[in-house]
C-alpha cells in the first residue's frame, strides 16, 4: 500500500523589466505491505477453502517493508529583461530508515543564466541564440533497507514452534548499523547553448562535476560471523566519489522540401571516475 499527498502553490509578479516566481510546498509518502500465511489439513471444495471442517495448524500475518517520508521545498525565479535568469531552491527531507539523529536533511540548489544575444551590443549575424549557464545542486539517496539501522532475528522450529506457544530461542537475521546517514550528490556544471542561421544548427558545450559523498552499501559479511542469511550484509556510508567530464550537442536540419526532411544529431561525452575517500 503506497499513499502520495503533494500540495504546493505559486505566485508569480512582474513589474516593469523584473518578473518573479516563487513556489513553495510539502511532500509526504507512506507507505507498507501485510502478508497473512494459513495452513491447514482436510482441506476440501474446488477451490480447497480452508473453513468448515477443515483443521487450521498454523496462521500468521504481518506487516512489513514500511516507509514514511516526508519534505517541505520551496524555490524562486528571478528575471530581469528576459536577460538574465538567477534561481534558488531548497528543500528538507526526513525518511523513517534512518535514526532520528540522521532522519533529516537539508539540500539545496541554484542556477544563473545570461542570454548574450539580447544585449544591445550583440549584433553578429547568424548567431540566433547565445546562452551562457551554470548551476548547482544536491539530491539525497535513502535508497537501503528498512532493517538496516538495527538488528533483526527470528524464531526457528528447532528451537521451539511459536505457533503453540513455545518460544525457546531466535536467530540473529541481520546486524544494524544505526549510524547510517543519506547518502548527498553535488552536482555542477556549465555550459554554452547556441542557435545558428535560423535554428537550422542548434547545440551546446558543457562542462559536469558530480561528487557523491557518505555513499550506502551493504558490505558483505563471513557467514561465520553467525548471520542466518546467504549473503549477510551491514550497510554503511563507505566513501566518496567523483564524475566529470565535458558534453558536446549539435543538432542540424540539412535538407526541408516539402514533406522532406533531413536531420542529423551528434553527441559526445568524457567522463572521469574518481574514488575520492573508500572507508
Do not use: C, M
Amino acid at each position: 500500500v503506497r499513499g502520495l499527498f503533494n500540495f504546493y502553490s505559486t505566485y508569480e509578479k512582474t513589474f516593469g523589466d523584473h518578473s518573479f516566481n516563487v513556489t513553495a510546498g510539502i511532500e509526504n509518502i507512506r507507505q507498507s505491505s501485510r502478508g497473512r500465511s494459513t495452513e491447514g489439513q482436510g482441506i476440501t471444495g474446488v477451490a480447497q477453502d480452508l473453513g468448515g471442517d477443515a483443521e487450521i495448524l498454523r496462521a500468521s500475518n504481518g506487516v512489513g517493508g514500511e516507509l514514511y517520508w516526508n519534505g517541505i521545498f520551496g524555490r524562486v525565479i528571478y528575471k530581469f529583461i528576459d536577460r538574465y535568469l538567477v534561481g534558488f531552491s531548497g528543500r528538507r527531507d526526513g525518511v523513517s530508515v534512518f535514526t532520528e539523529e540522521n532522519r533529516y536533511a537539508n539540500f539545496f540548489a541554484a542556477s544563473a543564466g545570461w542570454i548574450i544575444t539580447e544585449e544591445s551590443f550583440f549584433n553578429v549575424h547568424g548567431i540566433d541564440l547565445l546562452k551562457l549557464r551554470a548551476s548547482y545542486g544536491e539530491t539525497g539517496n535513502y535508497q537501503i533497507n528498512s532493517r538496516a539501522t538495527f538488528d533483526t532475528y527470528t524464531g526457528w522450529g528447532r528451537y521451539g514452534d511459536r505457533s503453540l506457544g513455545i518460544n525457546a530461542g531466535d536467530l540473529l537475521t541481520g546486524i544494524g548499523n544505526p549510524d547510517i546517514t543519506w547518502e548527498t550528490t553535488e552536482a555542477f556544471d556549465v555550459g554554452l547553448d547556441f542557435e545558428l542561421f535560423s535554428n537550422r544548427i542548434t547545440g551546446s558545450i558543457g562542462y559536469y562535476r558530480q561528487d557523491a559523498t557518505d555513499l550506502l552499501f551493504g558490505v558483505p559479511v563471513a557467514q561465520t560471523s553467525g548471520i542466518w542469511s546467504n549473503s549477510p550484509r551491514i550497510t554503511y556510508n563507505v566513501g566518496d566519489l567523483r564524475n566529470s567530464g565535458f558534453e558536446f550537442t549539435i543538432n542540424t536540419v540539412n535538407v526541408t522540401k516539402g514533406d522532406f526532411q533531413w536531420r542529423s544529431s551528434f553527441n559526445f561525452t568524457t567522463n572521469r571516475n574518481e574514488v575520492l575517500k573508500l572507508s
